[in-house]
């Protein structure tokens, strides 16, 4: 951390614990940074990991069995520990490497979790075209402890019929999931 920004940050812890707020620092947001990846990441999707059907909106995929899911109005969020998958559908254009890098990684890098991506790829799945958005960020600072940790990320965008279906997919970064998130990637039909 620079001099200039851990000063920045007491100056702010100090003017919080006196409970007074100056001009100067209203409206001052200090930009969330990567948190280093731990050495022995919590999160590996075992390779005995039962999978079962999902029915979406317009799509149907593989989710793991057993993680807690969320119906959203647009999917459904799973989760387990610090691993996630969301699954979505909205109305658009098929998405190509051009507009992604155009639209979705600008997205993403502006987000409050200090993302960075890496590569933007079309790729062909058992359910035809896609493209790949490959990127790290932090995650969610724990509810109790405020702890966060790095993920490694990857969103994969499906089109037919006028919709765009979105992938997202997470788990602690250095976590072995390369083999169940294809599985994944791999199972979602487009209706």
Known sequence: MSIARKTVKLLLIAVLALGVATPVLQGVA????????ENNPPG???????????????????VPEGWSRNDTATGAIFTDKYNLLEASVAPGAAPTVKNATAGEVPAIEAG???AK?????????????A???QYE???????????????????????????????????????DNV????????SVTLQ
């Open 137 to 175: 960020s932090n995650s969610e600072p724990n509810a109790v402890t405020g702890k966060q940790i790095r993920l490694d990320r990857v969103r994969y965008l499906y089109a037919q019929a006028g919709n765009v279906v979105s992938l997202d997919m997470a788990a602690p970064k250095g976590a």
């Open 44 to 62: 590996d999707i075992p390779d005995s990991q039962v999978f079962i059907d999902y029915a979406g909106t317009g799509f149907t995929m593989k």
């Open 131 to 133: 493209i790949r958005i």
């Open 117 to 129: 991506v890496a590569d933007v790829t079309a790729v062909t799945l058992d359910g035809g075209p």
């Open 112 to 114: 409050p979790r200090a």
């Open 30 to 37: 200090l930009a969330e940074q990567a948190v280093a990846p």
């Open 179 to 186: 083999d169940q998130w294809l599985l994944m990637a791999n």
